[in-house]
């Protein structure tokens, strides 16, 4: 079963523009972490930010911020002022328990294109 | 600079042969693992270690086969066993388990044909 929703396959938004890229996920789990990575064209995953399940606050780190819905099970990823730089496939991914402790997986990501 | 180096970037080789992609980390993480991705798609775990001497398979293990007998490396060998190798394939550590954020390497693109 789908664990990690990523519904959109891609995005496009104006330079300077905010954007929200969507992530729905599915766990039973009380503790949990979710994660956003951001891939550009040459390959390498970058880390962008992080959300505890038991954090309070939507967690934000320069331009990105995490809009936690925990009801929703949602964990979107809003971008603020877009530059072309921000082009790049983003993932969402979720920590969960695995053999002798715990794993990361990924959806399959939402390709943005930032246009100038 | 620290950081997570693979090689090489291009790999090509011919059906029936073993390959080994290299993976060295210079950040003093105690877990490491192994990615692989296929076009238009997330990123699947292989192998993944906590400590040296030890990994775990992950949910796509079969064909393949690793080694943890340093902590700075954890070698991947695509074997013939895998139907079909051909692959972006991502190695990555972090400070413990998954409950940290993972720093990956730039990757290797194996097409075995």
């Known amino acids: 079963a789908q664990k990690i929703t990523q519904t959109q396959p891609g995005m496009f938004v104006q330079e300077k523009e905010a954007v929200t890229l969507d992530c729905t996920y599915d766990?039973?789990?009380?503790?949990?972490?979710l994660f956003w990575y951001k891939q550009p064209s040459s390959g390498e995953m970058i880390f962008l930010i992080y959300?505890?399940?038991?954090?309070?606050q939507n967690a934000t780190e320069g331009r990105y911020s995490l809009n936690f819905q925990k009801a929703r099970k949602s964990a979107n990823l809003v971008i603020s002022a877009s530059q072309l730089g921000d082009s790049a496939m983003y993932f969402c991914?979720?920590?969960?328990?695995?053999?002798?402790?715990?794993?990361?997986?990924f959806g399959a990501g939402t390709r943005l294109f930032v246009k100038a | 600079d620290g950081g997570i180096t693979q090689s090489p970037k291009y790999l090509f080789r011919k059906e029936g042969q073993n390959v080994t992609l290299s993976c060295e980390q210079n950040?003093?993480?105690?877990?490491m693992y192994w990615y692989r991705q296929d076009p238009g798609q997330g990123l699947r775990l292989i192998y993944y270690?906590?400590?040296?001497?030890?990994?775990q398979k992950g949910d796509i293990a079969e064909g393949y086969s690793v080694s943890r007998e340093k902590k700075e490396s954890f070698p991947l060998t695509v074997t013939s066993a895998q139907k079909n190798p051909t692959a972006f394939y991502l190695c990555?550590?972090?400070?413990?388990?998954?409950?940290?954020?993972?720093?990956f390497g730039p990757g290797t693109r194996l097409t075995v044909t």
């Open positions: 990555a550590s972090s400070i413990g388990d998954s409950t940290y954020e993972q720093y």
């Open positions: 766990t039973s789990d009380q503790s949990y972490g």
């Open positions: 959300q505890g399940s038991y954090d309070e």
């Open positions: 991914a979720m920590r969960e328990p695995y053999t002798g402790g715990f794993k990361t997986i």
């Open positions: 950040l003093n993480h105690d877990a």
């Open positions: 270690s906590q400590i040296v001497n030890d990994f």
